[in-house]
């Protein structure tokens, strides 16, 4: 297959030379030469290119680059971290941030190795309008209050109005959709729910929620936390994006599964998403981390470790103790136990079913002695975060793809690229040409070897970067060359609606 623009002459800025070339959208696998000039593909031939700089590919995939939907990692450490996972656009659209306009200036005046986008964040709308507490300051100010009890409570008519004005206006500076973590405010109306998604649809752009409890694991829950994703669905018209879906849904992730299924042929527009771990990570002062509620979810004190000492919770005073002294403190959660085979069936079969894509759930590291260093780099032993940080793509082509053969290599490159892209791009038109290796499409290319490339973060050793991915490109620029990160490439760029 050949699509070649412009003249057999014309000289490209950069040639990737007789690579696998995998481009989702079209289903083209197969030998080619790319071109690349100007951060744009400029084409993809089975006849030979010429470029000012050629990179002999031969024996190597070339791909759309991978696109997070669902990265907390917000420096550049955090960035490299899943460059050397393939990854050129990390976006957070289950939290978010309010104003959304503090996280896009942050990041271009100090420069990112990955494009990057924001949703807007009710969390942190409702704790200025709800909760009276401090409006932004960014992600570390939300894990700060994630606990807080001020923001969690029922609203008032007027409080529901002010949020919802701080989130016109975040939509109204670019922001990406609405994050919507209602479940770590379990005490929230069911109608406010529908009227963040209510203003979502109404502006043409998703929710992304972290649901709140199930009604198996709380028989008192306001409402069921599948089962609202799927109302507001169908009540309002949203595009309902179901975020980590394993980490909520836990042992019921079949069942919810069949339903996100339902409401999708009743007309509903909804889309998963799932990483291929059995724990999670988020503040350890999180509502639903409260020693008296863990038994419903099937967890235990000894299966949360607190990030910056590894303590692994002795028992429920503990617990209570360090949510005390430091609620903001990460924390890692084993809900699944990935050993057993009933329970990493759950993890593979919401991975592999059709609708959904690959999310990392990136978080921002944890550094357990002295002051950060955010652009140390190889990252010390002394800077941990959950191991999904740095290899859940590579994961994902490992044991999906080679060890299992679950998925083909295309299926598995389309659901961590095209897929993201396709579920953004009705409300982000800059997402129609990213996700895809075709003319005219930006230049975010990822050349890694099929065979080997592999994940290497444990929960033991979480900031190990994944082996595999011998060049990445964002916008054209290299950040990973040869194996190796460029250390001083900053090419990441906004990604607004």
């Known amino acids: 297959m050949t699509r070649t623009a412009g003249p057999p ?136 209050l994630l606990g ?120 509903g527009r909804i889309s998963t998403e799932a990483y291929p771990y059995g724990a999670g990570m988020t503040a350890i002062g999180a509502a639903f981390l409260a020693p008296e509620l863990l038994a419903a979810t099937g967890l235990t004190p000894d299966g949360i470790v607190y990030a910056a000492t590894g303590e692994r919770m002795a028992n429920a005073e503990r617990l209570r103790e360090v949510r005390a002294k430091d609620p903001a403190g990460l924390a890692i959660a084993h809900f699944l136990n990935e050993a057993d085979p009933f329970e990493q069936g759950l993890i593979d079969r919401a991975l592999l079913h059709p609708s959904t894509v690959v999310g990392s759930d990136a978080m921002p590291l944890t550094w357990t002695n002295g002051e950060p260093d955010p652009l140390a780099w190889p990252l010390p032993p002394t800077a941990v975060t959950h191991p999904r940080t740095a290899g859940t793509f590579a994961k994902v082509l490992r044991r999906y793809v080679r060890e299992l053969d679950a998925l083909t290599l295309l299926e598995a490159v389309s659901r961590s690229s095209f897929g993201p892209a396709r579920i953004l791009q009705d409300s982000v038109p800059a997402m129609r040409r990213k996700g895809r290796v075709q003319v005219g499409c930006d230049a975010d290319l990822i050349v890694f070897d099929a065979e080997t490339v592999t994940d290497r973060a444990t929960y033991e050793h979480s900031t190990r970067p994944s082996l595999g991915f011998a060049h990445v490109l964002v916008g054209g620029v290299p950040v990973v060359q040869d194996g190796a990160l460029c250390l001083d490439a900053l090419p990441g760029r906004p990604v607004r609606a």
């Open 9 to 144: 002459s014309q000289i490209h800025d950069l040639v990737l030379r007789g690579g696998r070339v995998l481009d989702p959208e079209t289903g083209h696998d197969a030998l080619a030469d790319v071109g690349v000039t100007g951060g744009t593909i400029t084409a993809v031939s089975a006849r030979p290119l010429v470029g000012r700089r050629t990179v002999d590919v031969r024996g190597l995939v070339v791909a759309p680059g991978f696109i997070d939907m669902h990265s907390h990692s917000h420096d550049v450490a955090g960035h490299r971290l899943q460059a050397m996972d393939g990854v050129t656009t990390a976006l957070d659209l289950e939290a978010g941030l309010s104003p959304v306009d503090e996280g896009y200036r942050q990041a271009a005046a100090e420069g990112r190795p990955l494009n990057y986008g924001f949703s807007a964040s009710w969390c942190q709308a409702r704790m200025a309008a709800v909760g009276g507490l401090p409006h932004g300051g960014g992600m570390h100010v939300a894990l700060g």
């Open 148 to 267: 807080n009890p001020a923001w969690q409570g029922e609203a008032t008519g007027t409080q529901v109005d002010e949020m919802l004005e701080l989130l016109r206006l975040d939509l109204a500076a670019g922001a990406l959709g609405i994050g919507v973590v209602v479940g770590y405010a379990p005490r929230v109306r069911p109608e406010e729910y529908l009227a963040v998604s209510r203003l979502a649809a109404e502006s043409g752009r998703p929710t992304y929620t972290h649901a709140r409890d199930l009604v198996e694991q709380f028989p008192d829950v306001a409402i069921d936390g599948a089962q609202e994703i799927a109302r507001a669905a169908a009540e309002t018209g949203v595009h309902a994006h179901f975020c980590h879906i394993t980490s909520t849904s836990r042992l019921h992730s079949d069942k919810v599964m069949q339903l996100m299924d339902d409401t999708r042929a009743e007309g």
